[in-house]
């Protein structure tokens, strides 16, 4: 089936954009719903109609979705004079409150899955279990600049960790990256929260800084952040954990490879399921996960799915189906690939020993599907 373009003033196309970028709350946890063919079909955000702009929009099924917010209580008339002009279009219309979206997601998820049905487009599904996710193997591509996050994107890959100066292990990008990501691609972004080489052991300067930083993120509809804090003695510093938590609710939460130094790292991953974070990425304390892989089964095996865990380090599409087999949800890797060459488009800068390359994601991507 073609999809039918509505036409639209021109100048609402940086208008959106600018919208992308300042995504309220709500809007950021239904996207995380519904990209990438969460549903079985393709929705796109802030979309440009007529002289409007609705929030999500399905070209394949003519489906808008709006969330309704505080400021909308005061606009009925103008918010039906704008659905019956598209109504005329074919266009199809669900709407959810703000409070809706952020507190009973279930019955939205639901709705969607209900009128996507009812439009023809797609067999029901089984229906989600109410705080329940359906397992899927996930690639996240480490990714150090822009360009390496369009070929992630482009490639296939479901998000990206992403970060700069990757040859002394990542840091916190700056914020002209992270507007610049977020706001033109639609891959799900989840931001390194470092703000230096070295140990993971912060001073109280320190922390505040990540604290803005977490707080930017959220501010710009990013999905989640990585992070992780050690005390001097090497264990998991669990109030600063905490506060980092708290600053990120409403965002996904990742404790990165601080673990796989820390002294007990099975200490350390109990820790962190008490503390209810979203997942832990690790190498199984090991400089690989394909070596630290018999740890990683045990924290899985720990977790009892309350806390996901994502192998990452030097796992590429050649021992990749290892963790396939062992049965990860997901998986973490910069797909280096090592290189002479230099301007390639096909290639992204990983390391200071190579480069990550489109080709490899796709391998992989091959593997995990």
């Not at 509505?6 to 196309?13: D, H």
């Not at 990425?281 to 799915?305: D, V």
Request: glycine share 8%; aromatic share 8%; net charge neutral.
């Amino acid at each position: 089936m073609k999809n039918e373009i509505i036409p639209y003033q021109p100048y609402l196309r940086n208008f959106a954009r600018q919208l992308r970028k300042n995504s309220t709350l709500s809007e950021v946890l239904l996207w995380q719903k519904i990209k990438q063919r969460s549903f079985g079909v393709q929705f796109h955000r802030q979309v440009p109609m007529l002289n409007y702009i609705v929030d999500f929009y399905c070209h394949e099924l003519k489906l808008a979705i709006e969330i309704d917010g505080n400021s909308h209580n005061f606009k009925y008339f103008e918010d039906k004079h704008r659905q019956n002009r598209l109504e005329r279009y074919g266009v199809h219309f669900l709407r959810f409150s703000d409070e809706e979206v952020k507190k009973d997601m279930f019955s939205v998820e639901m709705s969607i899955r209900e009128k996507i049905i009812e439009l023809g487009e797609l067999h029901p599904p089984n229906p989600p279990s109410r705080g329940e996710t359906q397992p899927l193997m996930i690639l996240e591509i480490c990714a150090n600049g822009f360009e390496s996050a369009q070929i992630a994107q482009k490639a296939g890959a479901n998000r990206i960790e992403l970060c700069e100066n990757l040859p002394v292990g990542g840091i916190t990008a700056s914020y002209a990256l992270i507007e610049k990501v977020v706001g033109e691609l639609d891959i799900e972004t989840h931001v390194l929260i470092r703000p230096r080489s070295g140990d993971f052991c912060y001073s109280e300067d320190e922390l505040q800084g990540m604290e803005r930083d977490i707080a930017f993120c959220k501010a710009m509809g990013c999905t989640g952040v990585v992070t992780g804090v050690l005390t001097a003695e090497g264990d998991l510093n669990m109030v600063a954990t905490q506060r980092l938590l708290e600053v990120s609710q409403g965002m996904e939460f990742t404790f990165h490879r601080a673990i796989d130094v820390a002294k007990n790292p099975k200490q350390l991953f109990e820790g962190l399921i008490e503390l209810e974070v979203t997942r832990v990425l690790s190498s199984g304390g090991k400089p690989t996960a394909e070596q630290g892989l018999s740890l990683l089964k045990k924290f899985k095996e720990i977790s009892g799915g309350k806390l996901q865990v994502m192998p990452g380090g030097g796992i590429t599409s050649q021992n990749v189906f290892q963790f396939k087999k062992a049965g990860f949800q997901m998986i973490h890797t910069s797909a280096t690939q090592k290189t002479t060459l230099g301007n390639s488009k096909d290639l992204m800068y990983s390391s200071s020993k190579g480069f990550s390359s489109a080709v490899e994601i796709r391998k992989i991507k091959a593997v995990l599907s």
